[in-house]
């Protein structure tokens, strides 16, 4: 099946147009459609063509990844707390994670697990059980006051953008 500059009209968006031109090369024995690094080219036009909205998001990403990299750097005997919810701080935890961005000293990204211990560990929290399943059960959150924790972080964001904003949930012991 050969396409046609005629197939394509002009409602057609620059994702479906390049989608339909990598069935334009074909196999030269079996005149096959070869599909080559189609998924690869769709990330980098979703990546140039993302909204301000995305890119706000994806930059809070960012940020709070770095909060949690200077938390899980902190030591244990600092006496932090964790103030909010563990189905929050689960989701921050998460977020940083999917980010791919905490590594070891040998360049290897951190499990979500390992973060999750490290993290507990430093704000004298008990870890939950499956740590996966909070972060889950956090992003499917729904309604309006049931905002997700990255919601919450983006307005903060926002308000305050030069702010620690991971900070603001955890607190001191006093002894």
């Known amino acids: 099946m050969m396409l046609k500059s005629d197939d394509f009209n002009k ?17 030269p024995k079996t ?9 690869y080219t769709m ?13 706000r998001r994806r930059q809070a990403e960012e940020q709070l990844a770095g909060e949690v990299g200077e938390l899980l750097a902190r030591d244990e005997h600092e006496g932090l707390r964790w103030q909010g919810t563990a189905i929050d701080l689960m989701e921050a935890l ?11 000293e040998q360049g290897i990204c951190l499990s979500f697990t390992v973060i999750v211990r490290r993290a507990c560990g430093v704000l ?10 909070c972060a889950c059960r956090a992003k499917r959150r729904k309604g309006l006051l049931m ?10 964001m ?14 001191t012991t006093t002894v």
Do not use: W
Request: net charge positive; hydrophobic share 25%.
């Open 124 to 133: 004298h929290r008990r870890c939950p059980r499956n740590p996966y399943e």
């Open 147 to 156: 905002n997700t924790y990255l919601s919450r972080y983006l307005r903060l």
């Open 158 to 171: 926002d308000s305050h953008p030069q702010a620690n904003i991971l900070f603001r949930s955890i607190g």
């Open 11 to 27: 409602k057609t968006s620059p994702c479906e147009l390049f989608v339909h031109s990598s069935t334009l090369l074909l196999h």
């Open 94 to 104: 998460h977020v940083a994670y999917e980010t791919g961005s905490l590594q070891d």
């Open 43 to 55: 990330d980098i036009m979703k990546n140039t063509m993302a909204t301000d909205g995305q890119k």
């Open 31 to 39: 005149e096959l459609p070869i599909y080559t690094h189609t998924h």
